[in-house]
């Protein structure tokens, strides 16, 4: 039986983002949509992160590279050259959408730009995710994952209150631009169905960071009030709100002890000692007291059985998993979470598997591409080029 149509099943996309600012185009391609890798000759910067196959640094075996680029094509494209420029303006012709992740301005220099490739196709989808955005005062500030958290306020809300700030892991916010990208571009396609009319999205990472943090923002709006780092607590600055929500160690790692707010009484249960009860009514008050009490206990379970126990209570805790444990855990497993592809460079991968799960239209999860992999077919397909005008392409420097 044929596989069924994914959701975006006929939409076609150019991935000219870079880095972690690929993940807007994972998720169009997971969704269905025939997602076309644009690289420059040497390949995109991502394929030298590291994690390597065997700690080998190569650019077919990255980790992230093979997650990121997983159900892409690759093909290269050196848009430094006139001969790459025109061939990108004749692939965007039979593009629905491009999202790109370059400097303000760069592409506008090469001839380029939305109104440039409107030429091409006027009703073109196009996503421009970058740290800054494409105008204002930092428009052309150089970006980073830790320039983002810093400006856009997530930095002084992480780590201890008596320490210095301390970063997230990973590209949050640059992933969350790469999410907004990618709704947009959803977004756009609705609106081109309907009107006819593409659209350029220009989406930042500050501004992603600030939006998804919001309540902070909004607190200093409202009540003049600064929000202020409270490490592994949530703390509220009414005494009575209901507490934990924490981080505590156990016998052999970590959990996240968390309140039933209807049920308080509950956590002295757990802890099989009634006297917590009399904490419960200033909670946020006795917080040192209660967090002491907790470890007392703690200290003598590991936390699978820590978690079992409150969970049969209906208090919300949850273990602290490490890498080796979650991708071994019960839970995604049963769930067909983690999948397993074959790939010519880095053999068997087993990567994250689907952003949402559905039933009329599976999602996508193929190979990452090896770098201008599929040059010819791409080439063939899109524009019904045969061999010797791609050779004639390769040999005037357009693919690199």
């Known amino acids: 039986m044929a596989e069924a149509p994914g959701a975006l099943d006929g939409i076609r996309v150019l991935d000219l983002a870079s880095g972690s600012f690929g993940y807007a185009g994972r998720l169009l391609s997971g969704f269905g949509a025939e997602v076309v890798k644009v690289e420059p000759p040497d390949g995109d910067p991502v ?11 190569h650019p077919e075996r990255g980790a992230r590279h093979l997650h990121l680029g997983a159900g892409k094509r690759g093909i290269t494209i050196d848009l430094e050259s006139e001969p790459g420029r025109r061939l990108l303006r004749r692939l965007v012709r039979e593009a629905d959408v491009l999202v790109e992740s370059f400097d303000p301005g760069y592409l506008a220099g090469l001839g380029l730009s939305y109104d440039d490739l409107l030429e ?3 009703d073109l989808v196009m996503a421009s995710v970058t740290h800054f955005g494409q105008d204002g005062p930092y428009a052309q500030y150089r970006g980073a994952e830790i320039v983002s958290v810093a400006l856009g306020g997530y930095l002084k809300l992480t780590g201890d209150p008596d320490r210095e700030p301390v970063k997230p892991y990973d590209d949050l916010t640059v992933g969350q631009a790469a999410l907004h990208a990618a709704v947009a ?12 009319e593409g659209d350029l999205f ?8 600030l939006f998804l943090l919001g309540g902070p923002a909004q607190t200093y709006y409202f009540d003049d009030e600064v929000t202020m780092r409270t490490g592994t607590r949530l703390l509220h600055p009414n005494p009575r709100f209901p507490y934990p929500s924490t981080l505590r160690p156990c016998k052999d790692g970590y959990i996240h002890a968390h309140q039933n707010y209807r049920h308080p009484d509950l956590l002295a249960v757990l802890l099989e000692d009634p006297s917590v009860d009399d904490l419960m009514d200033m909670p ?3 917080a040192d007291e209660i967090d002491r009490r907790m470890d007392a206990w703690l200290a ?3 936390k699978f059985e ?16 490490t890498p080796v444990e979650t991708v071994k855990d019960p839970h995604l497993e049963d769930r067909g979470f983690f999948l397993e592809v074959e790939h010519p460079e880095a053999g068997t991968v087993r990567q994250p598997g689907p952003a949402a799960f559905m039933t009329g239209s599976p999602w996508r999860s193929g190979r990452a591409p090896l770098l201008g992999e599929h040059n010819g077919e791409v080439l063939a397909d899109w524009l019904g080029l045969e061999g010797p005008e791609i050779a004639a392409l390769r040999a005037e420097g357009a693919l690199g």
């Not at 820590?306 to 998993?321: C, G, I, N, W």
């Open 47 to 57: 394929r030298s992160w590291p994690p390597f196959l065997d700690d080998e640094p």
């Open 120 to 122: 091409e196709r006027p």
């Open 300 to 302: 003598n379970h590991d």
């Open 284 to 286: 946020m008050g006795n």
């Open 202 to 209: 220009d989406v930042s990472a500050v501004d992603a960071a």
């Open 185 to 196: 571009i959803l977004s756009g396609i609705f609106h081109r169905d309907a009107t006819g």
């Open 306 to 321: 820590v978690v079992r126990r409150a969970q049969e209570l209906r208090l919300p805790f949850t273990e602290v998993l």
